[in-house]
C-alpha cells in the first residue's frame, strides 16, 4: 500500500455489461483497495468472480426492437427496461450466490445498461435500464447512466474503459495498445495522456452475416470467414463511409453498423454475385483493416510520431476469434511494414471477456467515492467529471 491513500479497507463492487453483441450478461466482482495515491490515480483492484448468462432470445429479440425506430416504443422501452433489469438483478444475484459473497459485502453495482441509442453530437446517448429494480431485488446501492455526465461537458461519453486498461495494462517495459472487439471495436492508446476511441466494427456484422446464412450466433474462431476471400472491392466501398475518416474522438454504435449498412453495399450491382462466405471473409478484414488503420494513424499523429506500438493486446469476444487476431497481424504488417505480436490479454492474466465488466465496478467505485471517471483526452469532454447517477440501496 502506497503513502497518501484515501481508504486502506478493500471493498467489493460489482460491473455489469451488456454490450452492443447482446451476447449475454457479465458480472464481474472486483475487489477495490486504494483509489487516490497523492492525487494519482492508482487503482489497487482484484478480480474477485467472474460470471456470465447468456441473454434469452425473446430479451434479445426485444432489445433489437428498440434499434431503430418503431411503433409505440415508449411504453415498450419502459416494459423492455423493466424485464431487462430484472434479468440483470437474478444474475447478479447468482454471481454472488456462486462466489459465496453476501450482498451486504458489495458496496454498489455499476450497472451499464444496453444502449439503444448513442447520439453523442445530439447530446444524448441512451442506456436502457431500471435502476430502481435492481435495488429493488437485490438490496444494493446501483450506479448508473455513466455516459451522460460526459456528454453534457461536451464529450462522446465513450468509450470509458481506456482509463482502465491503462490502469491495468500499462508497463514501462512496452508501448501498449489495447483494443475492445465487442459488437464495436474500441482502441486504448496507453500512455500520458491516455488516447482511446472507436475503430468501427467489431464482431456485430459478422454475427449478424453469420446468423442470416448459417443460424450461428457467431462465427466461432473465424472458421466460416476462412472459408472465403477478401474481396477487395467490397472493403474499399465500406472503408469509404466517412466514419472511417473522421478524426477521433469519435465513438459509434447499432445507430450506424447496422444489418441496413452493410444491406446498402450489397444491394449494389456489383456485388450482386458476391458468395455469402467471402462476404464473412471481407467484414472479418473490415474490422482488422479498419483497426491496423487506426495503429497507423496513432503512431503518425501522438508525439510527434516518435511512439510506436510494440505490443497490441486484445480483449472482449473478438480475441476468441483466432482468425480475427491472424488478420490483424497481418494487416498491421501490411500497413506498418514491420510485425506487431496481436495476442489476447489471457497472456497476461486476464481473461478477454471479464475486463469491461471490471471496468464498469471500478467505475461505480470512482462515482460512490466522488473521484472523476472519464478521460477528457479520450471522449473530448472539457474536463474530469464524477459520472453517473446513484440509486441507493
Ligand atoms: N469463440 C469465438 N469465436 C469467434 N467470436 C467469438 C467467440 N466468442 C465470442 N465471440 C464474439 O464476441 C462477441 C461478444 O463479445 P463481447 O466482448 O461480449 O461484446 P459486447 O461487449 O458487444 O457484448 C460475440 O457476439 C461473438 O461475435
Ligand atoms: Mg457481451
Given at each position: 500500500?502506497?503513502?497518501?491513500?484515501?481508504?486502506?479497507?478493500?471493498?467489493?463492487?460489482?460491473?455489469?455489461?451488456?454490450?452492443?453483441?447482446?451476447?449475454?450478461?457479465?458480472?464481474?466482482?472486483?475487489?477495490?483497495?486504494?483509489?487516490?495515491?497523492?492525487?494519482?490515480?492508482?487503482?489497487?483492484?482484484?478480480?474477485?468472480?467472474?460470471?456470465?448468462?447468456?441473454?434469452?432470445r425473446s430479451l434479445v429479440d426485444a432489445l433489437?426492437?428498440?434499434?431503430?425506430?418503431?411503433?409505440?416504443?415508449?411504453?415498450?422501452?419502459?416494459?423492455?427496461?423493466?424485464?431487462?433489469?430484472?434479468?440483470?438483478?437474478?444474475?447478479?444475484?447468482?454471481?454472488?450466490?456462486?462466489?459465496?459473497?453476501?450482498?451486504?459485502?458489495?458496496?454498489?453495482?455499476?450497472?451499464?445498461?444496453?444502449?439503444?441509442?448513442?447520439?453523442?453530437?445530439?447530446?444524448?446517448?441512451?442506456?436502457?435500464?431500471?435502476?430502481?429494480?435492481?435495488?429493488?431485488?437485490?438490496?444494493?446501492?446501483?450506479?448508473?447512466?455513466?455516459?451522460?455526465?460526459?456528454?453534457?461537458?461536451?464529450?462522446?461519453?465513450?468509450?470509458?474503459?481506456?482509463?482502465?486498461?491503462?490502469?491495468?495494462?500499462?508497463?514501462?517495459?512496452?508501448?501498449?495498445?489495447?483494443?475492445?472487439?465487442?459488437?464495436?471495436?474500441?482502441?486504448?492508446?496507453?500512455?500520458?495522456?491516455?488516447?482511446?476511441?472507436?475503430?468501427?466494427?467489431?464482431?456485430?456484422?459478422?454475427?449478424?452475416?453469420?446468423?442470416?446464412?448459417?443460424?450461428?450466433?457467431?462465427?466461432?474462431?473465424?472458421?466460416?470467414?476462412?472459408?472465403?476471400?477478401?474481396?477487395?472491392?467490397?472493403?474499399?466501398?465500406?472503408?469509404?463511409?466517412?466514419?472511417?475518416?473522421?478524426?477521433?474522438?469519435?465513438?459509434?454504435?447499432?445507430?450506424?453498423?447496422?444489418?441496413?449498412?452493410?444491406?446498402?453495399?450489397?444491394?449494389?450491382?456489383?456485388?450482386?454475385?458476391?458468395?455469402?462466405?467471402?462476404?464473412?471473409?471481407?467484414?472479418?478484414?473490415?474490422?482488422?483493416?479498419?483497426?491496423?488503420?487506426?495503429?497507423?494513424?496513432?503512431?503518425?499523429?501522438?508525439?510527434?510520431?516518435?511512439?510506436?506500438?510494440?505490443?497490441?493486446?486484445?480483449?472482449?469476444?473478438?480475441?476468441?476469434?483466432?482468425?480475427?487476431?491472424?488478420?490483424?497481424?497481418?494487416?498491421?504488417?501490411?500497413?506498418?511494414?514491420?510485425?506487431?505480436?496481436?495476442?489476447?490479454?489471457?497472456?497476461?492474466?486476464?481473461?478477454?471477456?471479464?475486463?469491461?465488466?471490471?471496468?464498469?465496478?471500478?467505475?461505480?467505485?470512482?462515482?460512490?467515492?466522488?473521484?472523476?471517471?472519464?478521460?477528457?483526452?479520450?471522449?473530448?469532454?472539457?474536463?474530469e467529471r464524477i459520472l453517473g447517477t446513484i440509486?441507493?440501496?
Amino acid at each position: 500500500m502506497v503513502a497518501g491513500t484515501v481508504s486502506e479497507k478493500k471493498r467489493y463492487f460489482a460491473g455489469v455489461m451488456t454490450g452492443t453483441s447482446l451476447d449475454g450478461i457479465d458480472v464481474a466482482i472486483v475487489e477495490i483497495g486504494s483509489q487516490v495515491t497523492l492525487g494519482h490515480v492508482r487503482p489497487a483492484l482484484e478480480l474477485a468472480h467472474f460470471f456470465s448468462r447468456p441473454m434469452d432470445r425473446s430479451l434479445v429479440d426485444a432489445l433489437m426492437s428498440l434499434q431503430s425506430p418503431s411503433e409505440n416504443e415508449l411504453h415498450r422501452a419502459a416494459l423492455i427496461a423493466n424485464s431487462f433489469s430484472d434479468s440483470i438483478a437474478r444474475t447478479v444475484l447468482e454471481a454472488l450466490t456462486s462466489h459465496g459473497i453476501s450482498r451486504r459485502a458489495i458496496d454498489a453495482i455499476g450497472v451499464h445498461g444496453q444502449t439503444v441509442r448513442h447520439q453523442p453530437q445530439l447530446g444524448y446517448s441512451i442506456q436502457l435500464n431500471s435502476p430502481a429494480r435492481i435495488a429493488e431485488i437485490t438490496g444494493i446501492t446501483v450506479v448508473s447512466d455513466f455516459r451522460s455526465r460526459d456528454i453534457a461537458a461536451g464529450g462522446q461519453g465513450a468509450p470509458l474503459v481506456p482509463a482502465f486498461h491503462q490502469a491495468i495494462f500499462q508497463s514501462e517495459s512496452e508501448h501498449r495498445a489495447v483494443i475492445n472487439i465487442g459488437g464495436i471495436a474500441n482502441i486504448s492508446w496507453l500512455g500520458q495522456p491516455t488516447l482511446g476511441y472507436d475503430t468501427g466494427p467489431g464482431n456485430l456484422l459478422l454475427d449478424y452475416w453469420i446468423r442470416r446464412h448459417q443460424g450461428h450466433d457467431y462465427d466461432n474462431n473465424g472458421l466460416w470467414a476462412s472459408t472465403g476471400n477478401l474481396h477487395t472491392p467490397l472493403l474499399h466501398a465500406m472503408l469509404s463511409d466517412p466514419f472511417f475518416s473522421v478524426e477521433p474522438p469519435r465513438s459509434t454504435g447499432r445507430d450506424l453498423f447496422s444489418e441496413n449498412w452493410l444491406n446498402t453495399f450489397l444491394s449494389q450491382a456489383r456485388f450482386a454475385n458476391l458468395q455469402a462466405h467471402d462476404v464473412q471473409a471481407t467484414l472479418l478484414h473490415l474490422t482488422a483493416r479498419s483497426i491496423a488503420l487506426e495503429i497507423q494513424r496513432l503512431e503518425r499523429s501522438v508525439d510527434g510520431g516518435k511512439r510506436q506500438c510494440d505490443r497490441l493486446l486484445v480483449c472482449g469476444g473478438g480475441a476468441r476469434n483466432g482468425h480475427l487476431l491472424e488478420a490483424i497481424g497481418h494487416e498491421l504488417a501490411a500497413i506498418l511494414e514491420r510485425a506487431i505480436p496481436v495476442e489476447s490479454t489471457k497472456v497476461l492474466g486476464w481473461d478477454p471477456q471479464v475486463i469491461e465488466a471490471a471496468a464498469f465496478a471500478w467505475l461505480a467505485s470512482r462515482t460512490i467515492d466522488g473521484l472523476a471517471g472519464n478521460t477528457p483526452s479520450v471522449t473530448g469532454a472539457i474536463g474530469e467529471r464524477i459520472l453517473g447517477t446513484i440509486t441507493p440501496a
